[in-house]
């Protein structure tokens, strides 16, 4: 059995000597490139010019023209090759990131998160049915589409907490006992949705080739990825920003208060942004460098932004 010290060494040594030989290949391609051309012209000039006429005449040029041929044939292995190098080094780094760093690990939120989406599963295992995503590639694990599905039921009974009795959502309705059990179950599922989108990465790159990282397969647009993602981040906005979704406004010192509570120790709001935050860190893990992920999606780093003060911005939309 490989020890990780000898596996660490592996990954090190590929990560190293692999942009080099690519730069190399690519020098040698462009030089090969340029001889080629070079010779190739020699032999034909030379042929035409000095035995013209002769038998040798019609072999030079065959051959200069051959040779040209077979050059620039090269070339164009080498420039996949290239192309290829580029994937190759996209997936080292990828590697590096689990033997390096490790995925930062769950809080007792995310921990309670993740066993209550997990003892929900099991007890409607015989109700469920994995949902279908239509033009959208599927998850690779059925679990997740059922686990959505839960939690968009769960989504609704929340809203219809809020609701008067003409329907419209009123923000002293948050007052409720039961909207906080509600708020955190549904919490609770968001996360679970949003964690097995993240592990649901390696899978769903070794199933489909053309992405090459885990912030490009968040943010293909063909794919569930690009709506579980986000699931986490729905949720707690509506927490935080409820003020936002009532239909008559709210008293401001009403929606202070709630405000409050999420930076005070022991409060519920306090362990949703926890769990929140939770999810932040996780996500921000896999999806890398901040610009390139900022560069395919800004939106997948807006919506991974932690919560970490009264300054936290509302995240603004995701993809529909």
Not at 171 to 183: A, G, H
Not at 289 to 308: C, F, G, T, V
Request: hydrophobic share 40%; charged share 20%; aromatic share 12%.
């Amino acid at each position: 059995m490989l020890s990780l010290s000898r596996i660490c060494s592996c990954v090190n040594l590929t990560q190293n000597n692999t942009p080099v030989q690519g730069g190399f290949w690519c020098k040698i391609s462009k030089s090969a490139f340029v001889l080629g051309i070079a010779l190739s012209i020699i032999f034909i000039v030379l042929g035409a010019l000095l035995l013209a006429g002769g038998a040798s005449f019609g072999l030079l040029v065959f051959g200069g023209v051959t040779f040209g041929l077979l050059s620039c044939g090269w070339v164009g292995s080498l420039i996949v090759q290239c192309r290829r190098q580029k994937l190759s080094t996209n997936l080292v780094s990828n590697a590096l990131r689990f033997v390096k760093g490790g995925i930062p690990s769950l809080n007792a939120q995310g921990e309670a998160a993740l066993a209550y989406a997990t003892q929900l599963l099991e007890d409607n295992r015989g109700n469920l049915e994995p949902l279908p995503w239509n033009y959208l590639r599927p998850p690779i694990n059925e679990e997740l589409s059922c686990l959505f599905d839960l939690m968009y039921n769960k989504r609704s009974e929340v809203m219809n907490i809020l609701k008067d009795e003409e329907g419209r959502i009123v923000f002293s309705n948050r007052e409720n006992e039961q909207f906080f059990v509600l708020m955190t179950e549904y919490l609770q599922l968001a996360f679970a949705v949003s964690i097995y989108t993240l592990r649901d990465l390696d899978a769903y790159m070794k199933k489909y080739a053309d992405t090459a990282s885990y912030a490009q397969a968040l943010s293909r647009q063909n794919s569930y990825n690009y709506k579980t993602f986000y699931a986490m981040s729905i949720a707690y906005s509506l927490a935080r920003w409820l003020d936002r979704r009532c239909d008559s406004g709210a008293p401001e010192d009403m929606v202070e208060r709630s405000i409050s509570r999420f930076y005070q120790e022991g409060t519920q709001e306090f362990a949703w942004r926890a769990l929140f935050n939770n999810f932040c860190e996780r996500a921000r893990w896999y999806l890398g460098d901040e610009q390139e992920a900022e560069n395919l999606d800004e939106r997948m780093i807006k919506h991974s932004r932690a919560d970490n003060g009264r300054e936290f911005k509302f995240a603004g939309t995701v993809p529909t």
